[in-house]
């Protein structure tokens, strides 16, 4: 168990509609990253937070939102999804913002848009 | 910008075999972090050994063993005596400064009983 909760594991939803996927990062990691997994573009970044503030953006679509609460859980938005927006999601988090410590990631939610 | 490239795309071996898996990266910066995960087939992603770029001293963790070589920008990661639970996909990530982790494309190996 990496520490690092995602919720919903799985989601099914139809094109056009909105969705919410939460994060809880590990207790007392301030550094929050979101990734995103399809079979034909790898893992790649999507936007990191530190603390409340955003801190790096990756190739997050604008459809796509995403922010760090007071209480250091982080959401990810998106909305008017297309079938391409199909993918595993992972939330990871890390102690600071620095570089030399490994992140830890969730165990991922499904999205599947049909 | 960082690259890394593992050329391997899928690696299959008969249990009990050593298998290497390869990574080469690219990076301006002189300070940097390798990173090793595993992703089974549950999905999860596992940090499994962590390699900083000023220490190019290579070690052996239980069955797990790599090879950091600077000069040639590689970092490769060996599993001695391999098993059927190893199966998995396995990503060589960089991490330099307060940027992102930046992942291979990963390599799915197979160990046959």
């Known amino acids: 168990d990496s520490g690092v909760t995602q919720t919903p594991k799985h989601l099914i939803t139809a094109t056009g509609q909105r969705v919410t996927l939460r994060c809880s990062p590990r207790?007392?990691?301030?550094?929050v990253y979101w990734y995103q997994q399809s079979l034909d573009q790898g893992l790649q970044f999507l936007i990191q937070y530190y603390n409340g503030e955003e801190r790096a953006k990756g190739n997050i679509l604008e459809r796509f939102s995403a922010q760090q609460f007071p209480d250091l859980h982080s959401e990810l938005n998106l909305s008017s999804l297309e079938l391409g927006d199909s993918a595993l999601y992972f939330c990871?988090?890390?102690?600071?913002?620095?570089?030399?410590?490994?992140?830890?990631f969730g165990q991922g939610t499904r999205l599947t848009v049909v | 910008a960082q690259k890394v490239t593992q050329a391997q795309t899928e690696i299959s071996v008969v249990e009990k075999e050593d298998v290497t898996l390869d990574c080469v990266y690219e990076?301006?910066?002189?300070?940097?972090?390798l990173f090793w995960y595993k992703q089974p087939p549950s999905g999860e992603l596992v940090f499994l050994i962590r390699?900083?770029?000023?220490?190019?001293q290579n070690e052996i963790s239980g069955r797990y063993s790599w090879n950091f070589q600077k000069s040639t920008s590689s970092f490769n990661f060996t599993i001695t005596a391999s098993q059927v639970v190893d199966s998995a996909v396995y990503f060589c990530?960089?991490?330099?400064?307060?940027?992102?982790?930046?992942f291979g494309s990963g390599t799915r190996l197979q160990v046959q009983p």
């Open positions: 990871a988090s890390r102690g600071w913002e620095g570089p030399g410590t490994e992140a830890f």
């Open positions: 207790s007392g990691d301030l550094s």
């Open positions: 990530v960089h991490h330099t400064g307060r940027r992102a982790l930046t």
């Open positions: 990076t301006r910066d002189t300070t940097y972090y």
């Open positions: 390699r900083n770029s000023f220490d190019e």
